[in-house]
């Protein structure tokens, strides 16, 4: 840190000078305006950057048909969630065709990403979203909605034998991992750019709240997954009445935790987040019967159930998480 003393001018101006090593980097001139932002624990930032506009960053990867495709696709979601808004993939000759494939790949899971120039020896993403358009509380909501039905159609997948709902469970998995990587994508941003911070209207503090319940909710959609997965495997065993319905009532309860921990969130409620979190015990005490009727069934069967209600309690419990994260905040705003 640089510690500098303020002078006045003008009998009312208060002048402090700059950094010249950090004029020098900014690459600013004489009479070049300036932003300066007063940010909420009193700091003032000085940014020579005072359009709106985020800032356009480019990554180029090198490929041959040596690359690992499933590296190559991490480095590309690595730098999506690094907030590049333009990612070149380079061939010395002809584009393997599997890093062809990778693009596609990764242009289907994430939003936002296009590819808008293509030929034999590169390929060019870009990032097409305007995230004003996608503010955070919108896709936490979103990705609430579709984690809350793929736990609930897996039951009913269970319940019914339906084993084309429990098939659309698991791809609707897929759906939470990209508004989650959006969400990992425009918390990066809001860290590091005020700029953008201003553009969404939301706080460094706040954007970090939201993905660590976009991480939760994650977590939440991978166990509805396992929950379907279960289902389609005890569809063709023979499980009586009692067993369905004991797993259905945890799940009612498990639901019930998560509806909780959601309307806390978006509603800062600080008491109706405690509440949610006492609800767990009960939940465990239904896990554990289920677990324990499991036994008088074959092994393979038994696993199947064991696993189903382990997810549905890791929900409940993951739901839990959401409230503990909503009291901080709540605690930390004051």
């Known amino acids: 840190m640089e510690i500098r003393k303020v002078q006045v001018t003008g009998g009312s101006s208060y002048i402090v000078s700059l950094p010249k090593d950090w004029v020098l980097s900014s690459n600013v001139k004489k009479n070049d305006p300036v932003g300066l932002i007063v940010q909420q624990d009193g700091t003032l930032l000085v940014t020579p950057r005072i359009e709106a506009g985020t800032a356009q960053r480019t990554k180029e990867f090198p490929v041959s048909a040596t690359t690992d495709p499933a590296y190559l696709y991490r480095c590309l979601v690595g730098a999506y969630v690094a907030g590049y808004t333009a990612i070149t993939l380079t061939a010395q000759g002809k584009m393997p065709s599997s890093i062809r494939m990778g693009v596609r790949e990764f242009t289907r899971m994430t939003i936002g990403q296009e590819v808008v120039e293509e030929t034999e020896t590169s390929v060019t993403i870009k990032d097409l979203l305007n995230p004003v358009e996608m503010p955070f509380r919108q896709t936490i909501t979103r990705m609430a909605v579709i984690v809350r039905g793929m736990h609930q159609d897996g039951i009913e997948a269970l319940r019914s034998g339906n084993q084309k709902l429990a098939g659309d469970v698991v791809e609707r998995d897929n759906d939470v991992d990209r508004l989650h990587r959006l969400i990992a994508r425009q918390c990066h941003l809001v860290l590091g750019d005020p700029a953008f911070s201003r553009k969404m209207n939301v706080t460094p503090a706040a954007a970090m709240s939201y993905f660590l319940a976009s991480r939760i909710l994650e977590r939440i959609g991978d166990h ?35 509806d909780h921990a959601v309307s806390s969130l978006f509603g800062e409620d600080l008491e109706g987040a405690n509440d949610a979190i006492q609800q767990v015990v009960g939940l465990e005490k239904q896990a554990r019967a289920v677990n324990k009727a499991a036994l008088k069934y074959a092994p393979a069967t038994a696993t199947a159930i064991v696993s189903l209600s382990d997810s549905i309690r890791r929900i409940g419990e993951y739901s839990t998480d959401i409230c503990e994260n909503t009291i901080n905040t709540l605690i930390d705003r004051g």
């Open 224 to 258: 509805g997954t396992r929950i379907a997965r279960s289902a389609v495997v005890l569809l063709g065993e023979e499980v009586d009445a009692e067993m369905v319905t004991m797993i259905g009532e945890a799940s009612a309860t498990s639901q019930a935790i998560f």
